[in-house]
C-alpha cells in the first residue's frame, strides 16, 4: 500500500508540472510572422529564418546588422541586404544544376546553411566567402597593399597582419604558394627585389620549399644574377629531385 501511495504521488506531481507548462505555453505570445520575405516563402517559420541567418553570419564573419539597418530589420534600405538576396539566388541557381554537372543523384535532406534540400555536393556561402565578407584571395590582397604604396615592405606588412589574425581559419590560405604567387606577380611587373623579399619571408615559414627556390631563382635571372640563379636551382631540384620542370630549367641555364 505504501509503495502504490508513493507512486500514485508521483503521478500527481508529473501531472501538475506537466499542466503547469501546458498553461504557460499558451500564455506565451505567438510570434509574429518574418515580413518583407522576398527569396524564401512568406510563411518560412520565424525560426528557420533566423536559423539561416545565423549560417549566413557564421559564413560571412559579420553580425546582423552588416546586411540590415538596426532596428528595422524589414528595410531594404542597405545595399549590402539587396545584393544579399541576389546571391542567395545566384547559388541556389547554381545547385540546381549541380546534379547533372557533377552525376549525383539530388539529396534528400536539408542543408546546415539554409535547410533547403539540393544535392550532397553543394556550394554553399561558405564555399566562397570562407568566414570573410569580401572573399579576396591572400596573394591579391597583399599585392593590392604592395600596389597601394610602399611596395613589398607594405605588401608584407599586410601578409604579417592577417597571418597574425587569421592563421589556422578558413579565411585564407597560408600556404607555402601564396607568397610564391605574389612573388611571380611581382617578377612579371619587373620588380624581381620585391619578389626576393617576398620569397625570403616564404622561406622563413617553409625553409624547404622547392618552388621559393625555383621562383627565388626567376628573380635573380630577371636582375642579371646567373650564377645566383644556378644556386637557387640547385637547392630547388635537391629539395624536389622528381621535379622535372626545376632540372630542365636547371640544364637550360647552364647550357647557356
Same mark, same amino acid.
Request: charged share 20%; aromatic share 8%.
Given at each position: 500500500?505504501?509503495?502504490?501511495?508513493?507512486?500514485?504521488?508521483?503521478?500527481?506531481?508529473?501531472?501538475?508540472?506537466?499542466?503547469?507548462?501546458?498553461?504557460?505555453?499558451?500564455?506565451?505570445?505567438?510570434e509574429p510572422p518574418m515580413t518583407n520575405l522576398q527569396v524564401?516563402?512568406?510563411?518560412?517559420?520565424?525560426?528557420?529564418?533566423?536559423?539561416?541567418?545565423?549560417?549566413?553570419?557564421?559564413?560571412l564573419g559579420v553580425e546582423c546588422n552588416y546586411c540590415h539597418v538596426p %532596428?528595422?530589420? &524589414?528595410? /531594404?534600405?542597405?545595399?549590402?541586404?539587396? +545584393?544579399a538576396r541576389q546571391m542567395i539566388l545566384l547559388r541556389d541557381s547554381i545547385n540546381v544544376m549541380m546534379g547533372a554537372i557533377v552525376g549525383k543523384?539530388?539529396?534528400? %535532406?536539408?542543408? &546546415?546553411? /539554409?535547410?533547403?534540400?539540393?544535392?550532397? +555536393?553543394?556550394?554553399?556561402?561558405?564555399?566562397?566567402?570562407?568566414?570573410?565578407?569580401?572573399?579576396?584571395?591572400?596573394a591579391d590582397v597583399v599585392t593590392d597593399a604592395a600596389t597601394s604604396g610602399?611596395?613589398?615592405?607594405?605588401?608584407?606588412?599586410?601578409?604579417?597582419?592577417?597571418?597574425?589574425?587569421?592563421?589556422?581559419?578558413?579565411?585564407?590560405?597560408?600556404?607555402?604558394?601564396?607568397?610564391v604567387t605574389v612573388a611571380t606577380r611581382a617578377i612579371t611587373a619587373k620588380k624581381p627585389d620585391d619578389a626576393i623579399q617576398y620569397l625570403q619571408k616564404n622561406l622563413e615559414y617553409f625553409p624547404k620549399s622547392a618552388p621559393t627556390y625555383a621562383a627565388l631563382a626567376q628573380a635573380k635571372i630577371a636582375k642579371g644574377d646567373t650564377q645566383g640563379a644556378i644556386k637557387d636551382l640547385e637547392t630547388a631540384a635537391t629539395l624536389?629531385?622528381?621535379?622535372?620542370p626545376i632540372r630542365e630549367q636547371l640544364q637550360r641555364i647552364k647550357g647557356q
Open positions: 500500500m505504501k509503495r502504490l501511495l508513493l507512486v500514485i504521488g508521483a503521478l500527481g506531481a508529473v501531472l501538475f508540472v506537466t499542466s503547469f507548462a501546458m498553461a504557460q505555453s499558451s500564455n506565451r505570445p505567438t524564401w516563402p512568406k510563411d518560412t517559420p520565424r525560426a528557420q529564418v533566423i536559423q539561416t541567418m545565423n549560417a549566413f553570419n557564421d559564413s %532596428g528595422n530589420f &524589414a528595410s /531594404d534600405d542597405k545595399r549590402e541586404k539587396r +545584393v543523384p539530388a539529396g534528400a %535532406g536539408p542543408t &546546415a546553411e /539554409d535547410g533547403l534540400p539540393g544535392a550532397p +555536393v553543394r556550394v554553399l556561402c561558405r564555399s566562397c566567402h570562407r568566414g570573410l565578407p569580401i572573399p579576396l584571395q591572400l610602399g611596395g613589398a615592405t607594405a605588401g608584407l606588412a599586410k601578409y604579417s597582419e592577417l597571418r597574425s589574425k587569421y592563421y589556422g581559419g578558413q579565411e585564407y590560405d597560408f600556404r607555402e604558394n601564396s607568397l624536389d629531385p622528381q621535379s622535372r
